[in-house]
T-cell receptor, first 113, second 115 residues
């Protein structure tokens, strides 16, 4: 059973701080990794995708991937109250299993003004 | 910007009614998915499709059925709605392919309430 694990939270940070969200996955040959943001009652929206080891930055968001440790993270700099949401980590496995993403259960982030 | 649409966005219906939730995408994606999600809970995959005339059941057992007659269209049907079907239903699509071409996009969702 391929799994994606996330700390369910809630993670609470003050406005302006860095929020760090973590995700581990069990399928060693996974090749694509995604972070989605989901506001309460809304559908998930893609924030970041990452495919290679290292960091990928987009505005206030940085995704970090370490395939050797089977670990992917999302950093949110200068956190804003509007960042308060559930963040879903998703992994696309390799080859024959590549028919669906495996989602984590999500981490609830609260940014306090 | 994801071009994936769901109708209706909200539906309140009585027990025993037949309903169809519509999902369409204009991105030419071959893979399409239906997820069920209760408030504050995780996503559960209930159906997916590799392409036209291909449908499979997902990880969570569901009394609903799906069809894929056209690439862009993936409707979900409940023959006889029950209060236990009350939930949010999310449609998604993505391309087959390697890294960089396999991003999955979600529709806005249908919130179903069965009285």
């Amino acid at each position: 059973q391929k799994e994606v694990e996330q700390n369910s939270g809630p993670l609470s940070v003050p406005e302006g701080a860095i929020a760090s969200l973590n995700c581990t996955y069990s399928d060693r040959v996974s090749q694509s990794f995604f972070w989605y943001r989901q506001y309460s009652g809304k559908s998930p929206e893609l924030i970041m995708s990452i495919y290679s080891n290292g960091d990928k930055e987009d505005g206030r968001f940085t995704a970090q991937l370490n395939k050797a440790s089977q670990y992917v993270s999302l950093l949110i700099r200068d956190s804003q109250p509007s960042d308060s949401a559930t963040y879903l980590c998703a992994v696309n496995p390799f080859g024959g299993s590549n028919y669906k993403l495996t989602f984590g259960k999500g981490t609830l982030l609260t940014v306090n003004p | 910007e994801a071009d994936i649409y769901q109708t209706p966005r909200y539906l309140v219906i009585g027990t025993g009614k037949k309903i169809t939730l519509e999902c369409s995408q204009t991105m030419g994606h071959d893979k399409m998915y239906w997820y069920q999600q209760d408030p504050g809970m995780e996503l559960h995959l209930i159906h997916y499709s590799y392409g036209v005339n291909s449908t499979e059941k997902g990880d969570l057992s569901s009394e609903s059925t799906v069809s894929r007659i056209r690439t862009e269209h993936f409707p979900l049907t409940l023959e006889s709605a029950r209060p236990s079907h009350t939930s949010q239903y999310l449609c998604a699509s993505r391309n087959s392919g390697g890294p960089g071409t396999d991003t999955q996009y979600f529709g806005p969702g249908t919130r179903l309430t069965v009285l």
